[in-house]
């Protein structure tokens, strides 16, 4: 099976060019992806926890050199004329109460523990969850294919990590999953049924087609991206574009997973678009079912729709909730293009073109990136690699028509990253963003404090990890999976799930101060 299916992959991108121009003409809505199972995902080999022993054995942290300063960043400057810079900071609010004691696993502050099932921590694979109807070595795309995750922090006492993803080369399994957190371990488990493409018999072929093999382009509704089958959104690249809405806001009681975008959904890659969706968690035990989250899609992937806004909807995508605005901004790398300020409104359930400036997309390579809200100043950043070193670029979100402000935050030091990387976040509760995944530096992670004034130097702190302790980065499709969950006072961090063979490893990092 699996020598199949790395021939069908190899052959991937020319057939998927081959019926993009023949059932669409364009590839205008195209993301920017470079193909999924090719050129993401590492081999299960690779990711086979064996080649890393349990206990994180590595140099000491005293071993690995200090990085040499990076160029100079460049200058911050005032906000543009018309543009409102955020208020200055008044004090960080207090931490969540937690709904439990913490779990046995959550290591001290900043320290990290790996969860696989040879250390008994996660008590089963990504891939025994995976419905019988569909290959699990595809199905592991819906975390590998350009694809993220998101905390659910309204779920039970420790709150999930869910996943859904997929997409164009990887998987047409649109399954949400989760990784449930415990008190003493956690368990994956499958929350959805995917779409019976071609039937729910369990035989190789049958999986095979439903999984990847099929063709699927007579099954797709492109308007609302979703399988004719059953009325379920395809598969996608998710990158960093996963909201949940909690209950008071107007999500389910245990929480609402939002998807507002759709970026080369299923296997064949054509399906694009602004479409709402949802999956209300009302339960926690039993399956739920994705259902539509607006009257109307936006802006269709297809370039008959809109060619001036459509072609600006390329990956990756990002999204991010600002309850106080009952909004879901969207910004996308939109194949250089720029676009102002979007977003979804919960409120009236449609699509929303603002009036503010945009942010220009000149990254150094097109699949990084993520954003983030930063409740406690009320302003959007956006994080991305430019020149080589990792660049900050924010929003004000307390007014009703925000602009970007295009200019890079002067950091204290320059943080050197790859083209692809998308790992940083949030942590409400010691006021400071958390960046991993640094270039030539895995023994520590980095802090940046936004000072009260945004156009002051920002400052950076290099954090070293105990002696000993690593973490294994995925290289690329980070997003969202590197995000903080008050309720377990860590980051809890899947960057693969293994394919084949091999445990799974989930990485906790407990950032200092919490």
Request: hydrophobic share 35%.
């Amino acid at each position: 099976m699996a020598e199949r299916a790395d021939g069908e992959c190899r052959d991937s991108r020319r057939r998927f060019l081959r019926r993009a121009f023949v059932a669409i003409g364009s590839l205008q809505g195209f993301c920017a992806c470079g193909g999924g199972t090719d050129a993401a995902v590492a081999s299960a080999a690779e990711l086979s926890s064996d080649s890393l022993p349990t206990a994180l054995a590595s140099p000491s942290n005293a071993d690995v050199p200090v990085l040499p300063p990076g160029p100079a960043p460049l200058a911050a400057q005032a906000p543009p004329p018309g543009v409102v810079a955020p208020k200055p900071a008044g004090p960080l609010p207090a931490p969540v109460a937690l709904k439990g004691p913490l779990p046995s696993w959550v290591p001290s502050p900043g320290s990290v523990t790996v969860m696989t099932q040879t250390n008994g921590l996660l008590t089963n694979s990504f891939r025994s969850t995976v419905a019988p109807y569909y290959s699990d070595y595809y199905s592991a795309e819906t975390v590998n294919a350009y694809s993220g995750s998101v905390v659910n922090p309204y779920h039970g006492t420790y709150g999930v990590i869910v996943f859904e993803g997929g997409g164009h080369a990887g998987s047409n399994d649109n399954s949400v999953h989760v990784l449930d957190l415990q008190a003493d371990g956690a368990s994956f488990r499958r929350v959805t049924s995917p779409t019976p493409l071609f039937g729910s018999g369990t035989d190789a072929d049958t999986r095979y087609a439903n999984s990847y093999g099929g063709d699927v382009m007579p099954l797709t509704d492109f308007t609302w991206t979703e399988y004719t089958v059953d009325g379920q959104p395809t598969s996608r690249h998710s990158y960093g574009a996963q909201d949940v809405i909690g209950p008071e806001h107007g999500g389910a009681v245990h929480g609402t997973l939002m998807r507002v975008l759709t970026g080369a959904g299923a296997a064949h890659g054509m399906a694009n678009g602004e479409v709402p969706h949802k999956v209300d968690f009302n339960t926690t035990a039993g399956l739920l079912k994705w259902e539509r989250a607006g009257s109307r899609p936006g802006v269709s992937g297809l370039p008959s729709a809109n060619p001036a806004v459509s072609f600006h909807l390329g990956g990756p995508n990002w999204t991010a909730h600002v309850a106080h605005q009952s909004r879901i901004y969207i910004e996308c790398n939109g194949q250089g293009g720029t676009m102002a300020p979007r977003w979804f409104d919960l409120g009236t359930r449609t699509y929303v073109m603002g009036t503010g400036l945009a942010r220009a997309n000149n990254p150094d390579l097109a699949d990084g990136g993520i954003m983030f809200h930063v409740e406690w100043r009320r302003m959007l950043v956006h994080a991305d690699a430019k020149g080589g070193n990792l660049r900050l670029r924010y929003m004000n979100v307390d007014v009703d028509q925000p602009s970007w402000v295009e200019t890079p935050r002067d950091l204290s030091r320059s943080i050197p990253v790859a083209g692809t990387w998308s790992a940083a976040c949030w942590c409400p509760d010691n006021g400071r963003i958390i960046v991993g995944n640094v270039q030539g530096d895995d023994a520590a992670v980095y802090e940046i404090e936004i000072p009260s004034d945004v156009d002051q130097v920002w400052n950076v702190t290099r954090v070293p990890l105990p002696a000993g302790q690593r973490i294994r980065w995925a290289p690329s499709t980070t997003y969202k999976k590197w995000s903080y969950n008050p309720y377990v006072r860590a980051i809890v961090y899947m960057p693969y799930a293994a394919r084949a063979s091999g445990d799974d490893e989930v990485y906790v990092y407990r950032p200092r101060g919490t």
